[in-house]
């Protein structure tokens, strides 16, 4: 799955827009795309965000299989403080093109916490589900994505951690990745991001750059974008577009799980190597 996406932590409704934006720009024509064969990701698009205002929040998600410069929807952003990810998306072959498989997903977590996950990249999906302890008696493999069957063993991986929620999620990516690797299930990158929201209103960002080869290393980069109090981690071709309109960028270029945490409304990040 050949998809754009940004995972954010914004001071202002402002540069929100102008993510959506910059990544709408790069879902139309993906000049870093068309050396890997396409130009565009058109099979839908979708975002969950956590929004606060006078210390109270809301959860928006919202995907469709509109393509995001052709659709008329407009996020509502009355908050003060915004944690989210945003996600364009091109199919992968042989996968489902509709609303349900367009990102992110949405899984509950064994503590009652909600899990909205996006990926670029892909796994195999038919191996992923062989990995699966619990398989879901009647879940039909050709109707769903990988990235789909991703979460479900991120989400079990999970219900096996212990800790503080932050941990615990860290803990289930990296052993996942890693279990992924082991079984040769892995894709050519596998770029996540998780926005977790634990039951005592507390949203959680991470950000994972897995990118293992190096013919995809320029599309699949994943950069730390700033601008002003805010900042995102976000696919190449969006980074760069955000470059033209003011944004500092730089490239994350190895392999590493970034963990945004909110303490007082002020953010939080820790950096942790990846497989």
């Not at 795309?33 to 058109?42: K, M, R, V, Y």
């Not at 941990?167 to 992924?180: G, K, P, T, V, Y």
Request: hydrophobic fraction near 40%; proline fraction near 3%.
């Amino acid at each position: 799955m050949d998809c754009r996406l940004v995972g954010f932590v914004a001071s202002e409704p402002l540069i929100v827009e102008e993510l959506i934006g910059a990544l709408s720009k790069s879902a139309m024509r993906d000049f870093l795309a068309e050396e890997l064969g396409f130009s565009s990701h058109n099979h839908g698009w979708g975002y969950a965000v956590a929004s606060r205002l006078r210390k109270r929040w809301s959860i928006l998600f919202y995907k469709t299989v509109i393509p995001i410069w052709e659709d008329p929807h407009h996020i509502d952003l009355n908050g003060r403080l915004f944690v989210g990810i945003l996600h364009a998306r091109r199919a992968s072959k042989n996968t489902p093109i509709n609303t349900f498989s367009a990102h992110p997903y949405m899984y509950v977590l064994d503590d009652g916490s909600w899990m909205f996950l996006a990926q670029n990249g892909r796994i195999n999906r038919e191996l992923g589900l062989k990995m699966l302890e619990e398989k879901p008696a009647t879940l039909n493999a050709e109707l769903v994505t990988d990235t789909f069957v991703y979460g479900l063993l991120l989400r079990e991986a999970y219900s096996k951690t212990s800790g503080e929620s932050s941990e615990r999620m860290l803990n289930a990516i990296q052993s996942l990745d890693e279990r992924l690797m082991n079984a040769g299930a892995n894709g050519r990158c596998m770029n996540t991001l998780v926005l977790q929201y634990t039951p005592n209103d507390a949203p959680l960002l991470f950000a994972v750059r897995a990118v293992y080869e190096e013919k995809v290393k320029e599309y699949c980069e994943l950069y730390l974008v700033e601008k002003n109090e805010s900042f995102c981690f976000a696919s190449s071709t969006t980074s760069l577009i955000l470059e033209q309109a003011g944004f500092k960028i730089r490239e994350i270029g190895a392999n590493e799980v970034s963990v945004v945490s909110l303490r007082d409304g002020v953010p939080k990040v820790e950096t942790f190597k990846h497989v």
